[in-house]
């Protein structure tokens, strides 16, 4: 065997709701219906990731794990009870990121890694308890620590802004909070490394210096306007209030990431109103000038 290398592959590239979401008739949602339109379907937020190809680890549980799972070979099992996940990463307690936990409820040893804080969110709704803890066993992972994610992998979480999930809101909300809720990750094997970030509110000035000159980033991607929703006609709530920060606008990840230096930039987490999903859109053209792909489903990404 050759030195292990690291293999991310996109089993959701979609934001909560999904492409096409359930209730959405948006020109972007109908065109995922059609089968004649360019715009593919894209299922919920999620990344897989191994080192030695048979080890892998689920960066977020979407509610289409199910899907997913079915999806992508690699992840099949490989005799009469198995698989190929031997743990899985939260970067939040938003619905699109946990709810997938109750899909791998069927008496399958794992490892679940998570902050404290999603910790207790998931401590705090007792459909989890579905998950048999003898088999299950849940780890709780504190900032900047280095940790084993799967053979190979190592892995580091750090605070990104964000908010707590939306079945958390109380009356007022903070949406840039640093701290345990919202946090991105670094995966590193054999020398190299990469970063994912699905939800993140603002780059502030440590977020930049860490992605510096970075390989690979998988960085959220759920809006290109802030308040695109609304122009939509298809809700009132902006990318900010939301604890996303936009593509575009001089808060925007476009602005935000032009001097950084980053190799591979590849939007995740995107949002059925944005425009980017359209391939011939002028929003895709230009973050594909600025240098970003549009991840998608299937979408395999080696180091
Ligand atoms: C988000 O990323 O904003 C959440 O997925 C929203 C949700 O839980 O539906
Ligand atoms: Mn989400
Ligand atoms: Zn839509």
Request: aromatic residues 6%; contains cysteine; charged residues 20%.
């Amino acid at each position: 065997m050759g030195r292990p290398h690291l293999r991310a592959l996109v089993l959701g590239a979609a934001a909560g709701g999904g492409l096409p979401q359930w209730n959405c008739g948006c020109e972007i949602c109908a065109g995922a219906r059609d089968p004649d339109n360019p715009i593919l379907p894209q299922t919920q937020s999620s990344l897989a990731v191994s080192a030695n190809g048979s080890d892998w680890a689920l960066l977020n549980t979407s509610p289409d794990i199910r899907q997913q799972l079915a999806d992508n070979p690699v992840l099949h099992p490989r005799q009469r009870r198995d698989t190929p996940i031997s743990s899985v990463l939260l970067t939040n307690g938003d619905i699109d990121h946990i709810a997938g936990l109750l899909i791998l409820r069927e008496k399958q040893p794992f490892t679940v890694y998570l902050t404290s804080e999603i910790a207790k969110v998931i401590a705090d709704n007792s459909i989890f308890s579905a998950l048999d803890r003898s088999l299950v066993t849940f780890v709780e992972i504190g900032l900047e620590a280095p940790f084993q994610l799967a053979p190979g992998v190592e892995a580091t979480l750090f605070a990104v802004p964000g908010k707590v999930p939306l079945f958390l809101e109380g009356d007022e909300v903070i949406t840039d909070l640093e701290g345990e809720q919202t946090v991105g990750v670094s995966l590193r094997s054999g020398g190299e490394e990469f970063f994912y970030v699905p939800g993140c509110a603002k780059l502030t000035d440590a977020l930049k210096e860490r992605f510096q000159g970075a390989n690979l980033i998988f960085f959220d991607g759920t809006v290109y306007d802030n308040e695109e929703m609304l122009k939509s006609a298809v809700g009132k709530k902006t990318g900010a209030r939301m604890g996303h920060m936009a593509m575009n606008g001089a808060n925007g990840s476009l602005q935000g990431f032009a001097d950084l230096n980053v190799t591979r930039k590849i939007y995740i987490h995107i949002n059925n109103t944005n425009p980017v999903w359209h391939p011939e859109s002028a929003e895709r053209l230009a973050v594909e000038r600025a240098g970003w792909e549009i991840g998608y489903d299937g979408m395999e990404v080696s180091l």
